[in-house]
């Protein structure tokens, strides 16, 4: 099927605004279509006595006659005479004869598509005419608003200049719509809108009333008013809001209709949302709830790392120091990870954010005072889960401490870079330095590690039975260690394992 914005990128007569203009179309015609009980079709000329289908639409409210997508489909010859009649027209132009569309009898309508006086195309009402038997009140009322939005376009009045494309739960014709006056009377109301209005606390008959006044006698004192609800109650323009009274919610949306003179009424969409608005609010809660738990594990945390270095303060032992100081490190490492957590709403953290502070502190932490060691990156880790999260945490860490301490030990300055690929589940991390390098001799090219190792078994344990992968150790090239770490992280792994499930 072709795509809207390609097509609309090979047609040289648009420009920019052009375009744009016909994407607002596309995104709120699907109004029209289901009060008109109608399939939509946007037709644009590709050459001279050509059209081809750049968009369609089908009815929400009724059966739609376009079972198989049309969209880049040329228009048949035999209509190239009537297109070219309507793209000259002024106003909307009914065919003059029927066409099959399948096994339905159809009566296509069309309404020339301006804008700044140029006729961009056209939009094509396919009305099949079973539908317009029998019809009662509702669906007249329905059909005729629909015709008059229909009417608008021609005139450059829809779509709206300030297009209704902000609301979170859009309201639907089926979900419930309401005709005003254009003084806000409620002419007519179908049953789903008046079911709306019941929740809400509303007692009195929608018909005959002022829109506004109702909404208003519903409101309670602390109830929520947003700026926006009394111009959409009173229908004078195209924004959507929200009516919250009595513990229940509806989206509503206005859309006014204008004729040749000006405004001369609208049409309000409304849509009950009070359950998403109660899942919405506990979700908030659980966010907030697992935010607050992550601060307090990172204080906790805080907490324990002051007491090691308090600890390691009152030892006399340089090596119990060392070992300690080793541990409030650890610690820290950990906490930091949770401050970035207590500040999402989920369990996935920035981790670019995360692991640059967290190595710029294990560098300061482990370097002399006259050392400067600077660390820079390629590559971006992305968003992490704090089940990978943690123990990456730890693994880098150690890593670049182990670097500081035994790489660039008697030296007053060196480099370590990290560099990053993911692909998927997939993660290559290299951590090279220019320091004096590995001796292989003595560590048999293995990691140098501090004191008694526990830091080269903190990086091969995590590495290897939490992530399924290598470490592997050995001289850079143009001197100093370099580092490459091949894992797979668990929680992208987790995932994928669903959506294999899922599928």
Same mark, same amino acid.
């Given at each position: ?67 198989d ?9 035999d ?20 066409r ?29 005419m079973s ?6 009140r ?25 297009p ?26 179908s ?21 506004s006044?109702i ?13 926006s ?18 513990r ?5 949306r ?10 001369n ?17 506990e ?25 090691l ?11 119990v ?7 409030? #490190?650890?610690?820290? =490492?950990?906490?930091m990870?949770?401050e970035? /957590?207590?500040?999402?709403? $989920? &369990?996935?953290? @920035? ?41 990456l945490?730890?693994?880098l ?28 589940n997939n ?14 001799e ?7 590690s ?26 850079? #090239?143009?001197?100093? =260690?370099k ?5 797979? /992280?668990?929680?992208?792994? $987790? &995932?994928?394992? @669903? ?5």
């Open positions: 099927m072709a795509d809207f914005t390609h097509f609309l990128t090979t047609r040289s007569n648009l420009d920019e605004s052009d375009r744009e203009w016909l994407h607002q179309l596309v995104a709120d015609w699907q109004v029209i279509a289901d009060l008109s009980f109608a399939d939509l079709l946007l037709i644009l000329p590709t050459e001279p006595g050509k059209y081809a289908v750049a968009e369609q639409c089908r009815p929400s409210t009724v059966m739609t006659l376009r079972i997508d049309v969209v880049g489909n040329p228009v048949p010859a209509m190239v005479e009537e297109l070219d009649t309507a793209m000259a027209s002024s106003g909307v132009l009914r065919s003059a004869r029927l099959k569309v399948g096994r339905a009898t159809v009566c296509n309508v069309y309404a020339p598509v301006r804008h700044h006086g140029k006729t961009l195309g056209l939009v094509v009402r396919e009305t099949n539908t317009r038997e029998s019809n009662g509702y669906e007249s009322e329905s059909i005729n608003a629909g015709k008059q939005l229909f009417e608008m376009i021609p005139r450059e009045q829809f779509p709206y200049s300030n209704v494309m902000n609301q979170r739960h859009n309201a639907r014709v089926s979900d419930g719509f309401i005709l005003l006056t254009v003084d806000g009377i409620v002419r007519y109301s049953p789903n809108a008046i079911s709306c209005f019941r929740r809400l606390g509303a007692r009195t008959t929608l018909q005959g009333q002022y829109l006044e909404g208003t006698q519903l409101l309670h004192h602390n109830d929520p008013v947003p700026e609800l009394p111009l959409v109650l009173s229908g004078k323009a195209a924004v959507d809001s929200e009516l919250c009274a009595s229940s919610a509806i989206s509503i206005s859309l006014p209709i204008f004729d040749a003179e000006g405004r009424g609208a049409v309000i969409l409304c849509r009950d949302v009070t359950e998403l608005r109660r899942r919405e609010k979700i908030q809660t659980k966010d907030a709830t697992i935010s607050e738990i992550h601060h307090r594990v990172k204080n906790n945390l805080q907490a324990v790392s002051a007491l270095r308090l600890q390691a303060r009152k030892t006399d032992s340089r090596e120091k060392k070992e300690l100081e080793e541990a409030q #490190r650890r610690v820290q =490492t950990i906490a990870v949770h970035g /957590l207590s500040q999402t709403a $989920d &369990e996935i953290v @920035d981790y670019d954010k995360v692991i640059s502070n967290l190595l710029k502190m294990s560098i300061d932490l482990a370097s002399m005072k006259d050392q400067k060691i600077h660390i820079s990156y390629v590559g971006k880790f992305g968003m992490m889960p704090a089940q990978d999260a943690t123990p945490s730890l693994v860490t150690e890593l670049i401490t182990n670097a500081v301490e035994h790489g660039f030990e008697g030296c007053t300055e060196g480099h370590i870079t990290v560099s990053v690929g993911r692909g998927g993660l290559n991390v290299v951590v090279e330095d220019d320091g004096s390098g590995l001796d292989t003595e560590n048999n090219g293995m990691a140098r501090s004191g008694s190792g526990l830091g080269t078994q903190i990086i091969n344990t995590f590495v290897t039975n939490d992530f399924g992968g290598t470490v592997t150790w050995k001289p850079r #090239r143009e001197g100093g =260690t580092v490459v770490l091949e894992m797979k /992280l668990r929680a992208a792994q $987790d &995932e994928s394992a @669903d959506s294999g499930m899922l599928s």
